[in-house]
């Protein structure tokens, strides 16, 4: 009998909570905090043939759920190559040219068998906290090969029927400064593969195997379905839209991220073609990156649409391998999270000409992905990695949010208390950023203010790998553009600023000295002389947007009573 919707209902909600426990799991044994306290992982479930996801937690990061077929892939790429899957197997890569993403984003991939048979595959990725290269937390804003960024693992069996390969763990703790870290990161990845495998086994108990893969199809379907309606509701023709990166870190040249949107008949092609070419420094990304961030870009747009893979059937990406949205091995990858940034903006840009009543202005596109390192008092190393928030977009219901995060993901920031508790750092300043978000009838978000001071004795090493130091984010029907980012830190000659706007490498702060973070904020949707006085009066009281900010932006004035007035 088919599957009447209300049990369709039911195995939806009972897949979507198998992730969500998966993911609580991790979160709750994870060592390192950017996973534990900033959640960046995620896990599913597969198909057994194609490696289409089938099902994503809702709590996941958004932007691995494509990236993760392409790695489920892989391994049945190896596997059919090489032969020999058993129950109890378990793949471990870090490959971001077979699966997406970068070097420090660890899957974990394995079999689903029923009765002998193959029936899916559960993944698990993460972001672990060291994996060697040139800079701790190898965000390294000069590599210009992807060994300089880290060590790189093609698919290999972790686990073999049930058994650990121990040879695989050596080589895991001999190339990361914090192994301790990592080690705790992959069990809690494994118990939550262990756990998800139960979880689904009680599942197919319950309901059988032909009515969950029956289930599966339908909801690919029915993403299908809504997707291709949504697309519909476009006028059909062309959209161009562009926007930049300030460099690669390596040679100080914008990088153009173009496309041309076409809608014809409920499908939708995004062509990257006229992007630049692959670049020196670790902002190229892998077409598995690419299709996975048009995927985010496409849920932000249309969210009543399922997550699983039947949502890119009415899409076809172009990015070509002459561009650095299609770059191959060994092209630097790090920065990743930089290049779909700017991706995601230039197709929320081309969607707001489709629909322009429906345009967003661009968030603050950057992670300022930022570590320090050095040795404490007992000689051993430590490692602090973060990401940092900032102001999103106006759009044409609201203000943009505040110190938010990246439309790339679900991450929290890791809480300065446990950075402040794991390393040798203080935090003094953790503030809004006051006149950071576009002016417009409804402002941008506003970004933030990052004071952190060495504690540590000796030298301090400080990485940066960030983006929109010269190209603000910008904004739409008639507002105007976000703040630049900002990045300073105290030298014994004074305070220095990077060279590249954004990215800096091989630079390093002293006990009692300090660093300065100043996030975008987002761009502003309208024309700001339309703003509500009473709206402005409010931003002036609550600091979002100053005294001079106000006359010059929105035209409105402080009187010597405290009123005001345009």
């Known amino acids: 009998m088919p599957i009447d919707p209300v049990t369709l209902a039911v195995l939806k909600g009972r897949l979507e909570q198998i992730a969500d426990e998966m993911d609580a799991t991790l979160y709750r044994s994870a060592f390192n905090p950017i996973i534990a306290e900033a959640r960046d992982a995620c896990h599913g479930v597969y198909d057994a043939t194609t490696g289409d996801t089938l099902v994503q937690g809702t709590k996941g990061l958004p932007i691995f759920v494509g990236a993760m077929a392409f790695a489920v892939r892989a391994v049945i790429a190896k596997v059919a190559a090489e032969g020999g899957l058993d129950p109890g197997d378990t793949f471990l890569f870090n490959d971001p040219y077979d699966g997406g993403t970068h070097l420090n ?68 703790a001999a190339n990361s400064r914090v192994p301790q870290s990592n080690w705790g990161d992959l069990n809690g990845q494994l118990n939550a593969l262990d756990l998800g495998e139960r979880r689904l086994a009680e599942l197919l108990d319950a309901h059988g195997d032909a009515a969950v893969a029956e289930a599966f199809g339908l909801l690919m379907d029915r993403a299908e379905a809504l997707m291709g309606a949504e697309i519909a509701a476009r006028p059909d023709g062309t959209y161009d839209f562009e926007d930049f990166l300030d460099n690669d870190g390596v040679v100080d040249e914008p990088l153009r991220i173009a496309l041309a949107m076409r809608i014809a008949g409920g499908r939708m092609v995004l062509d990257f073609s006229r992007s630049s070419a692959p670049c020196a420094g670790p902002v190229n990304i892998s077409v598995a990156t690419t299709v996975a961030a048009c995927y985010v870009a496409l849920k932000h747009a249309f969210p009543d649409v399922p997550a699983n893979a039947g949502v890119l059937r009415p899409v076809e990406v172009i ?111 953790w503030a809004l950023r006051a006149d950071s978000g576009g002016p417009g009838l409804h402002r941008g978000g506003v970004g933030a203010v990052y004071g952190i001071e060495a504690l540590a004795p000796g030298v301090t090493e400080i990485a940066l790998l960030g983006e929109r130091g010269r190209f603000a984010p910008f904004g739409v029907a008639g507002g105007g553009p976000g703040a630049m980012n900002a990045f300073r830190w105290d030298t014994a000659e004074g305070v220095a600023t990077p060279p590249m706007a954004s990215k800096v490498v091989g630079v390093s702060i002293r006990q009692g000295q300090r660093l300065r973070l100043e996030s975008p ?31 010059r932006d929105y035209g409105v004035r402080i009187a010597a009573d405290g009123s005001v007035a345009r």
């Not at 060697?132 to 790189?152: D, F, I, K, L, M």
């Not at 990015?319 to 630097?332: N, V």
């Not at 930089?338 to 929320?348: A, K, N, P």
Request: net charge neutral; with cysteine.
């Open 319 to 429: 990015a070509p391998d002459t561009t650095l949205l299609g770059a191959k091995a060994p092209r630097p990858v790090a920065g990743y999270t930089e290049t779909i940034l700017r991706l995601i903006g230039v197709i929320f840009g081309a969607l707001g000409q489709a629909r322009p009543e429906r345009a967003t202005a661009a968030p603050f596109g950057t992670i300022n992905a930022l570590s320090l390192s050095g040795q404490r008092a007992d000689g051993t190393r430590w490692v602090m990695f973060s990401f940092f928030g900032g102001g999103l977009g106006g759009n044409p219901e609201s203000d943009g949010l505040h110190h938010a995060n990246n439309p790339i993901s679900t991450a929290t920031i890791p809480p300065v208390e446990i950075l402040e508790a794991a390393n040798p750092v203080m935090f003094t300043q």
């Open 521 to 551: 904020g987002g761009g502003g949707w309208g024309d700001p002389l339309l703003r509500p006085v009473e709206a402005v009066a409010r931003d002036i009281r609550l600091g979002f947007v100053g005294a001079e900010a106000a006359i």
């Open 105 to 172: 984003d660890f899957r974990l991939v394995r079999p689903v068998f029923r009765d002998g048979r193959l029936f899916c595959w559960l993944a698990s990725v993460g972001h672990w906290l060291d994996i060697g290269g040139n800079v701790p937390g190898n965000y390294n804003p000069r590599a210009t090969e992807s060994h300089q960024e880290g060590v790189r693992f093609p698919p290999v069996k972790l686990i073999r029927a049930g058994v650990m390969q121990q040879d695989i763990l050596d080589i895991l």
